[in-house]
């Protein structure tokens, strides 16, 4: 029987993913990529589950149509939020040999290898700090572990409009990771719970003590699907290989080209999609 086969689909609701397509990049250099950016309805770090549910199902369906057999939720709120339901109810009424996976687990995963004494905090959008994935996943792998949260809604709009290197940057950033630290000061691991924190590293190690280690997600979720890819053969026979990679965004084009820049290592031309 002749297989149903495509590029690997990344999503995200807007340019953060972009962040997680970039090592995909490094580390699959012969396989081809779809990335779907819904950018006219970003953020969608402060949406109820409902709405986030919707837009990722709505994106995920076309990158399926697309041709899509594998769907990269690149982005944590719509891990967070959407993921489950669309895993246990979206696919085995589509098609069950379809696999979509997201960026939270991943991240888990890590954490026993880099927290030396097990007091994690995490940074994301209010979505994924109120829906408690991070926390939940982390006592499932490593029970005991002291996790914090907070919430910094100022980030992604820091990023997207490109104000990262200025004082404003640095205000925010600096207060809630306060806020973070006044909760547990033994924190010794950040783990960077959202797609568009990574750009923000700079600022970021600027404000944490020395010794607190940073996770950013990009190379953790490459890894992580390399040895996906190769636990699950069947799949990776799925992923056509031309190295090609195309941009979709709904918003406008000219605007996605020019902003992808701060966030890809190559040169983007994305088409308008409407979802
Ligand atoms: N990049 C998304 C994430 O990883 C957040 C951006 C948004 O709020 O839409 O959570």
């Given at each position: 029987m002749e297989l149903n086969k495509g590029p690997v689909g990344v999503f995200d609701s807007g340019y953060g993913g972009l962040t997680i397509l970039n090592e995909f990049l490094r580390e699959f250099p012969d396989y081809d990529f779809i990335y779907l950016g819904d950018n006219a309805r970003t953020p969608y770090g402060t949406r109820s589950f409902e709405m986030v549910y919707q837009y990722t199902r709505q994106s995920v369906m076309r990158l399926f149509e697309m041709g899509c057999q594998l769907v990269i939720l690149a982005c944590n709120t719509a891990s967070a939020k959407a993921l489950?339901?669309?895993?246990?109810?979206?696919?085995?009424?589509?098609?069950?040999?379809?696999?979509?996976?997201?960026?939270?687990?991943?991240?888990?995963?890590?954490?026993?290898?880099?927290?030396?004494?097990?007091?994690?905090?995490?940074?994301?959008?209010?979505?994924?700090?109120?829906?408690?994935?991070?926390?939940?996943?982390?006592?499932?792998?490593?029970?005991?572990?002291?996790?914090?949260?907070?919430?910094?809604?100022?980030?992604?709009?820091?990023?997207?409009?490109?104000?990262?290197?200025?004082?404003?940057?640095?205000?925010?950033?600096?207060?809630?990771?306060?806020?973070?630290?006044?909760?547990?000061?033994?924190?010794?691991?950040?783990?960077?719970?959202?797609?568009?924190?990574?750009?923000?590293?700079?600022?970021?190690?600027?404000?944490?003590?020395?010794?607190?280690?940073?996770?950013?997600?990009?190379?953790?979720?490459?890894?992580?699907?390399?040895?996906?890819?190769?636990?699950?053969p069947e799949m990776d026979q799925r992923c056509t290989r031309n190295a090609t990679c195309e941009f979709f965004t709904t918003e406008d084009p000219a605007k996605f080209d020019e902003a992808s820049a701060v966030f890809l290592n190559q040169p983007v031309a994305s088409r308008r999609i409407d979802l």
């Open positions: 489950r339901t669309i895993q246990q109810k979206d696919l085995p009424a589509f098609d069950s040999s379809r696999r979509v996976l997201g960026v939270v687990r991943p991240s888990v995963e890590k954490i026993g290898e880099v927290s030396r004494n097990g007091h994690v905090g995490v940074v994301g959008t209010s979505g994924t700090v109120q829906s408690m994935s991070y926390p939940l996943e982390i006592q499932k792998l490593f029970p005991g572990t002291v996790v914090s949260q907070q919430a910094c809604p100022m980030w992604v709009p820091l990023v997207e409009n490109d104000e990262r290197n200025t004082p404003g940057a640095d205000f925010f950033v600096k207060r809630d990771l306060n806020k973070l630290f006044e909760q547990d000061s033994s924190i010794d691991t950040v783990i960077l719970g959202c797609t568009h924190y990574p750009l923000l590293t700079p600022v970021i190690e600027r404000f944490l003590p020395a010794d607190v280690r940073v996770m950013s997600q990009g190379q953790i979720v490459a890894k992580s699907l390399q040895d996906y890819l190769q636990r699950h």
